[in-house]
């Protein structure tokens, strides 16, 4: 009775006042949502869980085991440790970051656990010099798995009307989301012309709902997220799977920067290292989506699916949070 009377409701406000109160908006909002999940996402997702759960039991495929692999981002945090946790004899890594010292020290650990690493420094939002870079690395050793990994944690706060954005900003969106988009688009080529391979992106919580104090960085995570969905479906004809990693908050050198947004939550960070054996047992099963820590995921997840007024109402709770308790921060 509702879905019939509500939109009658609605319509009659539109005609009688040329626009639709938002608590108007935000109920409807609500009420579609609730009966969308009721008898729509709920029963597919329950056809979708058996299915998946079939595919467990019964697979009789081999787990994927990549051997030449190439990782954006890899000279720290998840990208350092997706690194160790792949290297074994037999593995050929590129490890491509910006910073070659690091990058030695990780091929190092790499390489005392068997695996033969190549080292790319290249500056990823170079788009010039990273695409011949990969198609140099891929002509000698054809990729097997990618993962685009590189990210910044961008804080837009305390700039405004003192720095050009360009100056502030465009570095963060060239690095966390045009830099990765070549990175994937460069090699998801050759490996089109191969019929096979793992696309893997990193993207995060963040692209689901976020305090708006790190808008730029939200804005990018969340188009990673809406591109990896849709390059899942253009790549699957030619047997290339891409996966989506949505890390929550995980302890690594960006994060532990004096001045971060999030100071007051570092009880609840999550190692890269366990993060990382989660993404190769996943990858190993091609899982679309791997989240993790799993109810940092459910949380933020569950927020973005809230009505535009109560996801504006948590994003400004979470800012004047963020504002009050967080330490004053200052891009360099």
């Not at 004899?89 to 690493?117: F, H, N, T, W, Y």
């Not at 459910?298 to 973005?304: S, Y």
Request: with cysteine; glycine share 6%; net charge positive.
């Amino acid at each position: 009775m509702l879905l019939i009377v509500i939109p009658i409701i609605i319509l009659l406000l539109h005609h009688y006042f040329n626009t639709i109160p938002p608590i108007f908006q935000t109920i409807f909002q609500a009420i579609s949502v609730i009966f969308a999940n009721i008898f729509f996402a709920i029963p597919i997702s329950i056809i979708l869980f058996i299915r998946d759960l079939g595919t467990v039991f019964f697979n009789k495929e081999k787990p994927v085991d990549p051997k030449i692999i190439l990782i954006t981002g890899a000279s720290s945090g998840i990208g350092a440790s997706l690194a160790k946790e792949y290297a074994k004899p037999g593995v050929i890594l590129g490890l491509l970051a910006r910073s070659e010292d690091k990058l030695k020290k990780v091929a190092e650990q790499c390489i005392e656990k068997g695996a033969k690493c190549e080292i790319l420094k290249i500056d990823i939002s170079n788009i010039e010099s990273l695409n011949k870079a990969l198609e140099d690395f891929d002509d000698k050793y054809p990729i097997e798995l990618l993962f685009a990994n590189a990210g910044q944690l961008a804080a837009t706060r305390d700039n405004y009307g003192e720095v050009a954005w360009e100056d502030a900003y465009r570095p963060y969106i060239d690095v966390n989301y045009v830099g990765n988009i070549a990175s994937v688009m460069t090699v998801y080529k050759r490996m089109k012309e191969r019929k096979r391979g793992q696309i893997a992106i990193t993207s995060s919580i963040a692209g689901w709902i976020s305090t708006p104090t790190t808008a730029f960085y939200n804005s990018m995570k969340s188009a990673l997220n809406s591109f990896a969905r849709d390059l899942f479906y253009i790549a699957k004809p030619y047997n290339i799977h891409v996966s989506l990693i949505v890390p929550g908050l995980i302890e690594t050198e960006m994060t532990a920067k004096p001045g971060q947004p999030f100071p007051h939550t570092a009880s609840l960070y999550e190692s890269a290292d366990n993060l990382a054996k989660i993404i190769k047992y996943q990858l190993s099963c091609n899982v679309f989506h791997i989240g993790w820590p799993y109810f940092q995921n459910l949380i933020n997840f569950t927020l973005a699916t809230y009505p535009i007024r109560i996801q504006l109402l948590i994003s400004n709770l979470m800012g004047n949070y963020v504002t009050k308790n967080g330490k004053n921060i200052v891009l360099t």
